[in-house]
C-alpha cells in the first residue's frame, strides 16, 4: 500500500505500471515448476484457451488469459478488464481495446487469427466493489473465427462433487504466464486441495498472465473437459514479486496455494444473462 500510494504522486512508466501488475496479480511456482509448454494449440481443449491482450488507455497492449465458452464469448478475470491498481494510481482503469488470440502458440504463430472484442463486462458484484469472490469477466465478441477453435462447457458441481473430484481428478490450468516467452500457452495440472462456497485452492502452478484461464476437469476419463472455476490469483508474493515468476525470486515453499473462483448456480446464471450487460 505505501508503495502504491507513493507512486501516485509521479507518473509512472510503462515498466513501473507492469511491475504492479505482476505484484498484484498473485501467483505461485512451488515447491517445483511443474508447468510444460503446449506445442499443439490447434487442438482443442487448447485451442479455445486464449491470449487476451488489453489497452488502458495509452495504447500500449498488456496480456492476460480468456477461454471461450460459445463462439463468440469468452469469460475471463475481472481485473483482467478492470484494473484496481491503476484506480488507485488515479489512471484509466478500464480497457477500451481488447485483442483475442485463440489457441496462440507463439509471437507470430496465430492459427486461428485474432480479432478485436466488440465489448465486455465485469461480474456486477466486482463492479461495486472488486473482490477476489467476484473478479470474473465477460468478453463478447463480433463474429465466431473460422475455423472455429472450439469452446468450453460449463460445469457447477457441489460441495459433494468438488469432494469426488478432489480425490479422483487433476485440475488443469492452461494460460499465458508473463513469465515465459510472449505468446506461448503453458499448462500444469494438480490436485484440489480446499473448498469455500465461491472459491477453489489448488497447486496447480501458475504466474502473473495466467489470470482468466479456465480450471478444468474431465469428469470421466476419456470425456470431454468441463471447466469449473476461472483462475484468477494466488497467496501474497514474495518481497521481489510473485513466488517463482522472477529471476531471484525464489519458488513457493509447500502449503501455499493458487484460487479460482467457482462457477456457483448463481454465478453461471449471471454470466448467461451476460452479467445484465
Known sequence: RTRARHMTLFSPTPFELDRLADEADYAVV????????????????????CHIERDFGDGRLTGCTAF???????LTAAHCI???????LGLPNLAV??????????????????????????????????????????????????????????WSPNRQDLERLRSSRLLHISGYPADKPDGTQWEH??????????????????????????????????????????????????SGGAWGCRPGVPLAPAG????????????????RAGFGR
Open 256 to 271: 501455499l496455494f493458487n484460487r479460482g473462483v467457482r462457477l456457483t448456480p448463481d454465478l453461471l446464471r449471471s454470466i
Open 68 to 74: 471461450l465458452i460459445s463462439p463468440t464469448r469468452l
Open 97 to 154: 481495446r481488447i485483442r483475442v488470440t485463440p489457441g496462440r502458440a507463439s509471437r507470430e504463430a496465430r492459427p486461428f487469427g485474432w480479432q478485436w472484442a466488440k465489448r465486455w463486462h465485469v461480474n456486477p458484484p466486482y463492479r461495486r466493489r472488486p473482490s477476489a469472490l467476484h473478479d470474473v469477466g465477460l468478453i463478447e465478441l463480433e463474429r465466431p473465427f473460422s475455423p472455429a477453435p472450439g469452446f468450453f462447457r460449463l
Open 30 to 49: 512451488g515447491p517445483t515448476d511443474g508447468r510444460a509448454r503446449v506445442t499443439h494449440t490447434n487442438r482443442f481443449p487448447h485451442s479455445a484457451v
Open 189 to 238: 495440472a494438480e490436485r484440489l486441495d480446499r473448498i469455500t462456497e465461491r472459491q477453489l485452492f489448488y497447486s496447480v502452478d501458475t504466474c502473473p498472465g495466467h489470470s482468466g484461464a479456465p480450471v478444468w476437469i474431465q469428469r470421466q476419463q476419456a470425456g470431454p473437459p468441463v471447466v469449473i472455476a476461472v483462475h484468477t490469483a494466488g497467496p501474497r508474493p514474495h
Open 82 to 88: 478492470t484494473s484496481p491498481i491503476r484506480k488507485r
